[in-house]
Every structure is written in structure tokens, then in C-alpha cells.
């Protein structure tokens, strides 16, 4: 009788034990968990961004492009908060990663692991309204003639989200237009974080953030160190520079394809 007694004492202790066990393993396998290279992987567990919030707004909702590793998720929700605090208007995200990553069936070859994110240059006062699915025209902000930034569709709103974004120790590199890494390097005294604004072709309306492979993904393979240097006078800048007068010098080559990580093979 007294056995019994502690028993039916002790069974909700117990229950409330192992319900504890369970939840904090069920907490341990939801944690996202990026696999393989940006180009060439996938992503397990992703979080999603919420379609607006404070300050953001996804863009293209209808692709089904707002999952990421939750460092990604956590990252743009840092910055909304930025960009409300600081009344930089509306932060539109383009494309961070499927559901699972893996390859987009357009023009996309990254965004597989969820650690990539394209964040539009424009920045209206207000998020767009629209019942479903408001993506505006995204503008260019580069006046190729000039071969710089067209400064009617550039403000230091711009310049602050970069800097934010290059300023936090998970971002590994962001890719802009060369004609926007120039006018950052001219516009800024402090260089030292324009080391992670790399020059590239195209991204004349968004810009790309890429993040470093998170701690808690083993098999999430790393892009080689970029040199710590500002870039402001080196070859990469002068190379983009000239592709934007004659795109024809980076005529893009057809890549081998490449078999997938082990681990995204079953998606
Ligand atoms: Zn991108």
C-alpha cells in the first residue's frame, strides 16, 4: 500500500520528467542545421521569416523563398529592428532558401543552405499593401553611364543597412554591384567593415548577405577566407568595375555538376 502510495506520489513527478526530457530533445532536433555550400547543399529545419514585420517586408511571397537557417531568420529580424529604431523605412527581402534548400529552378545557383539572403536596395517609407503578393518592379540603383550609383535611388538608408550587416561577426560576405562597393569606399573614412562588401556582376537592385557556416552545422561547408583588406583599391574592384561597362569580359562558363552532399540526397 505505501509502495503504491509513493508511486501514484512519484508518477506525475515522473510524467513531468520525462515530458521535460522530451520537449528539451524535441528542442534539440528542430534547431536548423545547414548542409553542404551555398551552391551545392541543403537545409534541415529551416525557420521562416514571417511575411512582414516592424520593419520588413518578404517580397515574392508566392515563391515560398522565406526559410532559412535560423541565424539567417534571426539576423533579418535583428535588422528590422535596426532599421525601425533608426527610421530607415521598409526593408524588402527577396529570396533566402526553400523550404528544404536545395536548387531553385530558376536563375538562382546559391540560396541552397540557407545561409544566403537577397535584401532589395530599395527601402520605401511604408511596406507595400496588396491582398496577396505585393513585389514591386525592384529598381536599379546604378546609373551605368556614370558607371556609380544613381543617387536618386540611393540615401544613406542604404549605406547603414550594408554597414549593419557587414558589422555582424555571422556574416561572411555580402555581394553588391562594383559601382556601389566604389561609392561606399569613397563615402566612408572608416573602411575596415567594407571588407566584407564584395564587388560581383549584377546586383543593381538587391544586395546579397551570406553568412559564416554556423557552429551547430558539422557538415556546412565553408567559402575560402576573404583577405581582410578593404578592397577599395585592389583589382577585384577595377575587373567588376569594367564588366559593368563591357559585361561581355565574364561571359559566365558552363559549370560540371556536382553531386549533392550525401545527407540531401533523400530530399
Ligand atoms: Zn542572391
Not at 104 to 132: C, R, T, W, Y
Request: hydrophobic residues 40%.
Amino acid at each position: 500500500m505505501q509502495l503504491l502510495k509513493t508511486n501514484s506520489f512519484l508518477t506525475p513527478l515522473l510524467l513531468s520528467l520525462a515530458a521535460s526530457i522530451f520537449l528539451v530533445k524535441a528542442a534539440s532536433v528542430m534547431a536548423s542545421e545547414s548542409i553542404g555550400g551555398t551552391s551545392n547543399g541543403c537545409l534541415l529545419n529551416a525557420a521562416s521569416l514571417p511575411l512582414t514585420g516592424n520593419a520588413h517586408q518578404v517580397m515574392n511571397a508566392s515563391r515560398q523563398r522565406f526559410y532559412g537557417h535560423e541565424q539567417m531568420i534571426g539576423l533579418i529580424k535583428t535588422a528590422a529592428d535596426f532599421i525601425e529604431h533608426n527610421k530607415l523605412g521598409v526593408m524588402l527581402v527577396g529570396d533566402i532558401a526553400a523550404k528544404n534548400g536545395g536548387p531553385m529552378l530558376d536563375n538562382h545557383k546559391s540560396h541552397q543552405n540557407g545561409l544566403d539572403a537577397d535584401i532589395f536596395l530599395m527601402m520605401p517609407d511604408q511596406a507595400f499593401v496588396s491582398d496577396e503578393d505585393p513585389t514591386p518592379e525592384a529598381t536599379t540603383v546604378i546609373d551605368f553611364e556614370k558607371n556609380r550609383i544613381d543617387s536618386r535611388y540611393w540615401s544613406d538608408r542604404q549605406s547603414k543597412l550594408l554597414k549593419f550587416f557587414a558589422s555582424d561577426p555571422v556574416v561572411d560576405r555580402i555581394f553588391v554591384n562594383a559601382a556601389i562597393k566604389k561609392t561606399l569606399c569613397e563615402a566612408h573614412g572608416d573602411k575596415k567593415w567594407l571588407a566584407k562588401i564584395r564587388p560581383w556582376r549584377e546586383h543593381t537592385e538587391h544586395f546579397h548577405v551570406r553568412l559564416k557556416c554556423p557552429s551547430d552545422s558539422p557538415d556546412c561547408v565553408s567559402q575560402a577566407a576573404l583577405p581582410e583588406k578593404d578592397g577599395c583599391d585592389d583589382e577585384m574592384l577595377s575587373y567588376w568595375l569594367a564588366e559593368n561597362i563591357n559585361p561581355t569580359i565574364s561571359e559566365q562558363v558552363a559549370e560540371p555538376e556536382l553531386v549533392k552532399p550525401l545527407r540531401c540526397q533523400a530530399q
